[in-house]
């Protein structure tokens, strides 16, 4: 059981727990590190999986010669696309159903029911953001957490056709990991930002959440133009 428990935290904290996989698996971290993104954003219920920081971890490890930057964003860029895939594929053979309350899926030997997760409120404001972004709400929502998990599932259950949200996919997918993975490689060896490095990551997040918030201004804006 405490095998068991340590694999899953070093899943759950995989940015953290890097230099030790490094160490221990060598070649192996880069299969790793692929699960760890294609999850992370292909499975609607494992949002919690670590993203930005562990490609920015992922980056500044790759400046000290244990990962190859360039094998490694390609490795990554392909998981993260796959996986954006993946959830919206899943969303769309599940469709509204999953939002039913009666629902569920097994996890961990338990039957979990998926309204605790997919709320219907959920679907209806993750519309009315497409409706308002269109294609655009694929690409800002890669670099919103746990946001990044969900759109691509409420996209496949009907918001968007697939042609559409494949472009704007890899447009997204690309602009997020080689944003981070590229921010740590170029600073994650600044003795500051190894000393900061959670700080960092959260301005980072932050910064990475502006053109949202510009979105959004520029909505309420209009709006109260209109009226």
């Known amino acids: 059981m405490e095998i068991v428990q340590t694999i899953l935290n070093i899943f759950l904290h995989a940015d953290k727990y890097l230099v030790i996989v490094i160490e221990r698996f060598g070649i192996l971290t880069y299969v790793f590190l692929f699960i760890i993104i294609f999850a992370e954003t292909g499975f609607v219920i494992t949002p919690f999986l670590p993203g930005d920081s562990l490609l920015f971890a992922a ?9 190859n930057i360039i094998l490694l964003w390609v490795i ?3 998981a993260a696309l796959l996986g954006d895939t993946a959830n919206y ?3 769309h053979s599940i469709g509204p159903k999953a939002f039913n ?3 569920s899926i097994r996890l961990f030997g338990k039957k979990l029911p998926l309204s605790r997760i997919l709320k219907p409120k959920y679907l209806e404001k993750t519309q009315t953001f497409f409706e308002k972004h269109g294609g655009k709400a694929i690409v800002l929502a890669r670099f919103v957490p746990i946001v990044r998990t969900f759109a691509p599932f409420v996209a496949g259950v009907g918001v968007m056709h697939y042609g559409k949200f494949i472009t704007f996919n890899i447009i997204g997918g690309v602009l997020w990991v080689s944003l981070f993975l590229f ?6 060896t600044i003795p500051f930002v190894q000393n900061n490095f959670h700080y960092v990551v959260i301005i980072i ?6 053109p949202i918030l510009i979105e959004v201004l520029k909505h309420k804006l209009f709006n109260k133009a209109a009226a």
């Open 59 to 67: 980056g500044a490890l790759s400046s000290m010669g244990s990962l």
């Open 76 to 78: 990554l860029v392909t």
């Open 183 to 188: 921010s740590g490689y170029f600073f994650g």
């Open 205 to 210: 997040i932050l910064i990475s959440v502006v």
């Open 89 to 91: 594929w899943i969303g």
């Open 101 to 103: 309350p009666e629902t």
